[in-house]
């Protein structure tokens, strides 16, 4: 049997921290949506192919090839073959993964077909898996959201303010939720999961149960 779980929800809501962790207590795969947006856009920018070029886009696609593997428990993104995981996290592969998505979407769908996932994002059970077996959408307060994200921030010696965090989470939900394509929205059977008030721990035995 193949199963799906599905997580979707706001910005810093942890879904991607949950999601790695209730695939591994579960044995399935996770599959890091972002970083095969990321791997779409390395091909692009290889083949220096304009993004916005939606016909260009189109007749490329299907040369492409990405695949989640893991080695030593750490995420591998292959991309036709070849290892691109050390190359996603740059300025340039981050301003022109979000123009990939209907490729992805597609290569995501045949994925889940083949094996047991935890996906995560923002229109994964209202989109992408919407005959998941499980589907959760994970939120949190503003306040909390806000807490978490400039306590990671101070860890990294970056110095911020509580109020501008805040501001910056609001102003991504709203365009999250109101964007014209797959906008954020808490699917019909997805079990709302406000995490404010609970621990990773917590939160991934409320998932698997």
Known sequence: MIYNIAIDGPAGAGKSTIAKRVAKNLGFIYVDTGAMYRAM????????????????VSRD?????????????????????????????TEEVGNTASA?????????????????????????????LKDAICKI???????????????????????????????????RDY?????DVSPLVQAEDAVYLDSS???????TDKIIS
Do not use: P, W
Request: hydrophobic share 40%.
């Open 41 to 56: 856009a390395v091909y692009f920018l290889d083949k220096g192919i304009d993004v916005k070029d939606e016909d260009a």
């Open 61 to 89: 696609c299907d040369n492409v090839n990405i695949m989640i593997e893991y080695k030593d428990n750490l995420q591998q993104v292959i991309l036709n073959g070849e290892n691109i995981t050390s190359r996603l996290r």
């Open 100 to 128: 990939v998505r209907k490729k992805l979407v597609e290569l995501q769908k045949e994925l889940a077909k083949k094996t047991s996932v935890v996906m995560d994002g923002r229109d994964i059970g209202s989109c992408v």
């Open 137 to 171: 959408y994970l939120t949190a307060s503003v306040e909390c959201r806000a807490l978490r994200r400039m306590a990671e921030l101070q860890e990294k010696g970056v110095d911020t303010s509580l109020e501008i965090i805040k501001a910056d989470i609001s102003d």
């Open 175 to 179: 365009r999250d939720m109101h964007r």
């Open 197 to 203: 008030d609970m621990g990773i721990e917590e939160v």
